[in-house]
């Protein structure tokens, strides 16, 4: 399983930024996804995850700001930004689960930068 991010750039506080993560091979195995993210000198947190039955779930700090979308069709899950803060200027991690308990693995997109500035 390969995912590719993308849609990261610059934005002004308030601004809006749509992230796409776009999941080729053998993606039939996946079962959660979602979109985490790593700010400099920080550890990488989940921001939102969404199930492949599409049960949603997000972080305090993004709720009612972020949506998380997946297409099946298309093997793609978004995550729609609004109302961008500095403090989420980080890299965006998309990543995908296979399997379950022990048995379970994880895939890990390229990251994308997201800044937002004051």
């Known amino acids: 399983v390969q995912l590719q991010a993308s849609g990261g750039g610059l934005v002004q506080a308030g601004g809006s930024l749509r992230l796409s993560c776009a999941a080729s091979?053998?993606?039939?195995?996946?079962?959660?996804m979602g979109w985490y993210r790593q700010a400099p000198g920080k550890e990488r947190e989940v921001v939102a995850t969404?199930?492949?039955?599409?049960?949603?779930y997000y972080a305090d700090f993004v709720k009612d700001r972020f949506t998380i979308y997946r297409d099946s069709a298309k093997d793609t899950v978004d995550l729609q930004m609004n109302n961008l803060q500095p403090e989420d200027t980080a890299v965006f991690y998309c990543?995908?689960?296979?399997?379950?308990?022990?048995?379970?693995?994880?895939?890990w997109g390229q990251g994308t930068q997201v800044t937002v500035s004051s």
């Open positions: 990543r995908g689960q296979s399997g379950y308990g022990p048995e379970r693995s994880y895939y």
């Open positions: 091979g053998r993606i039939f195995r996946l079962n959660n």
């Open positions: 969404i199930s492949s039955g599409g049960a949603a």
